[in-house]
């Protein structure tokens, strides 16, 4: 396979530029255009090609050999669109040195062209592209032009001289995950119904006017949904504890009143509408978020396909994250319009979308992970978890468990495996509106730990892992099935992708319970310890997971989206049918490297994305 490596050179202005725009935005606003291209094909010298879009198309399509070639850019997102949508070029396999980037150095480090060249010490990035701003192609002279020429022929060469780096040892099946995950975005498949998005716009409109009034008749002010400390005042007022959470910089509790927050999150289906109605007003009006991305999603439906914006390598654990300003991973599912967003993404013509989603994934691992072989094997059998740890907690028959009690046992198994305790675990049942007393709440995690103990056993072995890290001891393994192996001359865990999580510039502090470890990270010094380890190695193995499902399936059908464990792809209408079946295979496949891992799935089907839940 070819490899062509480029970089486009485009127009912008103060008010025109990706700084001010998405990249979708500016690739197809009318603005837009390309004042040349570095190319390089395989190891050839850099070619730097400037003229009309007509004439560079010409260029490109006949003299270079993209059916089977491999390009390569840094920011392939920005590139590759450009060479798809302006100049109708798809290549064979796309691939990113931003994107290698985070997979070989994580997410805290800086993965920009500069910063990468500085580090490998393969060259120095030019500053000509600041003396471009406002000036099209035919505003410069020639003499500007070749010099803004050469400038991008060195970012072709330094894009190529990283890659040639940090691809060497990079894990082929990472290299096809980059090239999926930039496929849903450059090559867009789904469309947008522009009907159902203006009718929500109205909509949400209308409502967040109407919740607002009737938070005045409560005797509460746009102010007091503003400020952090009057909100909670108003919560406490209608007998609701606000959400807390461990600050991440001071490690102290602070309030958890952030839209993406878990706590204040769960309170939109507490059994007071009061509080409810408190919730979405704030939502409705601290931010305009809901009203934003319905009018973002307006804008893109009425300019053509829908690129998904999926960020490979996204989060410390490797998952995925959202992107260019639409962040389709946290798209709302709940209330009277809240699938609006998830309904306006529909399939094209003659083909239905399939949406699976893989079943209680964090808490198989980590059950697999710890040998927890009585829980592995209730996985495995299919069992309800929720109700056999109901039963322990309120020593009855699993028949006799109610609904409510059921609920306490699924919060139990999904947040106390990672060392949460009583006081915090209290607090996010009272997120959900149910009350529960401390000593209780006491007694619920202890039965949890009593009856889990190897899990238990897992969180000391990473608090261990955590001192061979710190002392450069030899590499150990940690957990069951030898899939984390420590690589202590990095601060690292090696995933089973061959990815490394990254614990950089680990230190301690002694405390009275003894040593307490952090690590940096770009918000500053981050603390850590056995229990959130083993979060995050569950979370990062099960993202192993759904990368190797993607791959499967992609072997058949599109994959257009990814949502924290769950994968979307786009089928045929008459396909229907056999392709649930092959994507739910795929979904409970284990792989090679998992044996005795129970994994399940659940999938639905529609025309619409948020008609398959």
């Known amino acids: ?8 050179e485009t127009y912008y202005d103060k008010d025109y530029s990706l700084s001010k725009l998405t990249t979708e935005e500016y690739v197809r606003d009318p603005r837009f255009e390309v004042i040349g291209i570095g190319i390089k094909l395989n190891d050839k010298e850099t070619e730097w090609a400037s003229g009309t879009h007509k004439q560079l198309r010409e260029y490109l399509q006949t003299n270079f050999p993209w059916e ?32 290698i980037a985070r997979g070989v150095h994580g997410v805290e480090d800086s993965g920009s062209l500069k910063a990468l060249s500085e580090r490998y010490n393969i060259g120095v990035k030019g500053t000509e592209v600041f003396e471009a701003i406002g000036k099209k192609r035919e505003n410069f002279t020639e003499s500007e032009l070749s010099a803004y020429g050469d400038y991008c022929v060195n970012d072709v060469n330094l894009t190529y001289k990283l890659f040639m780096r940090m691809a060497k040892n990079f894990p082929k099946k990472e290299l096809k995950l980059i090239d999926l995950t930039l496929r849903m975005f450059v090559e867009p498949v789904l469309d947008l119904d522009l009907g159902l998005l203006e009718q929500h716009l109205s909509e949400t409109r209308y409502e967040k006017e109407s919740l607002l009034q009737k938070c005045a008749i409560m005797g509460v002010t746009k102010d007091d949904l503003m400020s952090n400390l009057k909100f909670a005042e108003a919560l406490r007022s209608l007998d609701v504890e606000p959400p807390m959470k461990t600050s991440p910089t001071t490690g102290e509790q602070t309030l958890a009143l952030a839209k993406s927050d878990e706590g204040f999150k769960a309170l939109l289906e507490h059994d007071d509408q009061r509080v409810q109605m408190l919730i979405n007003a704030r939502l409705g009006n601290k931010s305009t978020l809901e009203e934003t991305r319905t009018q973002r999603f307006i804008d893109i439906s009425k300019r053509g396909l829908l690129p998904v914006p999926v960020r ?25 319009n809240g699938k609006k967003l998830k309904r306006s993404i529909v399939a094209p013509k003659g083909h239905t979308i399939i949406d699976a989603d893989s079943s209680q994934i964090e808490a198989r691992v980590l059950a697999w992970l710890a040998s927890q072989d009585d829980l592995v094997e209730s996985f495995s059998a299919g069992e309800d978890v929720y109700v056999k740890m109901a039963s322990k907690i309120y020593n009855k028959p699993e028949e006799e468990i109610t609904k409510d009690e059921r609920f306490v046992g699924k919060t139990t198994i999904l947040g106390a495996g990672y060392g949460m305790g009583a006081v915090k675990f209290q607090s996010q049942l009272q997120t959900f509106g149910f009350n529960m007393e401390l000593d209780e709440a006491r007694r619920v995690i202890g039965v949890y730990r009593d009856s889990n103990w190897k899990i238990n056993k897992l969180w000391r072995d990473a608090q261990e892992t955590l001192r061979g890290l710190y002392n450069k001891e030899s590499p150990t393994y940690l957990g069951y099935g030898e899939v984390l192996k420590t690589v202590p001359e990095k601060d690292a865990i090696q995933l089973p992708s061959g990815l490394l999580m990254r614990y950089g510039d680990l230190k301690f502090n002694e405390t009275e319970s003894g040593k307490e470890f952090h690590y940096k990270t770009r918000r500053g010094r981050t603390r850590i310890y056995g229990g959130k380890v083993i979060e995050n190695v569950c979370q990062a193995i099960a993202r192993c997971i759904i990368g190797e499902q993607m791959l499967n399936i992609s072997k058949r059908y599109r994959v257009v989206l990814t949502v924290h464990d769950s994968i979307a792809a786009c089928v045929p209408d008459e396909e229907v049918k056999d392709a649930q079946t092959y994507i739910e295979e795929c979904m409970k496949t284990t792989p090679e490297w998992a044996t005795g891992l129970p994994i399940d799935c659940e999938s639905g089907v529609g025309k619409s994305y948020g008609d398959c839940e």
């Open 68 to 99: 089977n070639a491999m390009v390569l850019a840094h920011n392939t997102m920005f590139d590759g669109a450009i060479l798809n949508w302006v100049f109708n070029i798809s290549p064979r396999v796309y691939t990113d040195t931003l994107c």
């Open 1 to 8: 396979m070819d490899l062509i490596t480029l970089d486009f």
């Open 312 to 336: 490979y390598y996204a989060a410390h654990t490797g998952r995925w994250g959202g992107d260019d300003k639409i962040n389709l991973q946290n798209l709302p599912s709940r209330g009277k």
